[in-house]
């Protein structure tokens, strides 16, 4: 159990979030609001099943491209950047000088970037099934597991920016370097489903390209495949082990 002062250290980091309108669009909304404009603008996007994309309807297949793009943007255009304002303008530094461990800090925005997330989720999915008839996932429990490994690969990936990036402006633009590129290999612009055969590998072997496609797995299939568990796995001990190891508290 978290500890009564990391606790209150989450509730502060949570009030400083909800301040933050841009953030709290972009991590909490904008995947419900992209399948709403999605599949209530686009002609054709929620009506008949497409043969490309193995008889789905597009807006089911950009189901779990909507909440992998939310984890994508909670890891690398949020959580990034706090990391590298806290390091500018000497907070972590400050904190070292109290009872609290920074440590603490980095648990705090873990922890409430994964909160958002798991929201962002349920938005997206009541959107997703309510307003547009998606089925539920076939396998719940699988489906979780690898939304929460995804959460962990991505998040990964952004402490590492965080970790060494000195200021704002330099976390915000390593983040957005990484993340336009893993949109599109994340299928955001093509569709994994109709990306050509060297273009999916690639798509592959990054955090959000397996996370969405064991999220597809578990949704339409029911099942799960290793390789994109291995993928995202290996990013979390991997990345998440070289950002603990460069991370400087000033």
């Known amino acids: 159990m978290l500890s009564s ?51 789905l309807r597009y807006i089911d297949a ?51 970037h994964l909160v958002v997330a798991i929201l962002a ?7 997703a099934v309510v307003a ?18 995804g959460a962990g690969a991505i998040f990964s990936v952004g402490l590492l920016v965080g970790a060494l990036a000195r200021t704002t402006s330099a976390a915000a633009a390593i983040g957005m370097s990484i993340y336009f590129p893993l949109l599109f290999l994340g299928g955001v612009w093509i569709p994994r489903q109709v990306m050509p055969d060297g273009l999916r590998l690639v798509s592959d072997l990054t955090p959000l390209g397996a996370a969405v496609a064991a999220m597809d797995d578990a949704w339409f299939a029911g099942t799960l495949s290793v390789a994109p ?15 603990i190891r460069v991370f400087r508290w000033e």
């Open 5 to 55: 002062a990391t606790t209150k250290l989450v509730q502060s980091e949570t009030k400083l979030f909800l301040r933050d309108p841009i953030a709290l669009f972009f991590g909490l909304v904008f995947p419900s609001v992209l399948l709403l404009a999605l599949g209530g603008f686009f002609p054709g996007f929620a009506d008949e099943p497409s043969a490309d994309l193995g008889f």
């Open 62 to 112: 950009y189901t779990p491209i909507a909440i992998g793009l939310g984890l994508a943007t909670l890891g690398l255009v949020t959580l990034a950047p706090i990391l590298g304002t806290y390091r500018q303008f000497g907070i972590l530094r400050r904190l070292r000088t109290t009872p609290i461990h920074p440590a603490r800090l980095l648990w705090a925005q873990m922890a409430l």
């Open 121 to 127: 989720l349920v938005g997206a999915m009541t959107v």
């Open 132 to 149: 547009f008839d998606v089925v539920f996932p076939e396998n719940v429990v699988a489906f979780v597991f690898v939304f929460l490994l």
């Open 229 to 243: 568990l291995l993928v995202m796995a290996a990013y979390i001990v991997v990345v998440g082990f070289l950002a």
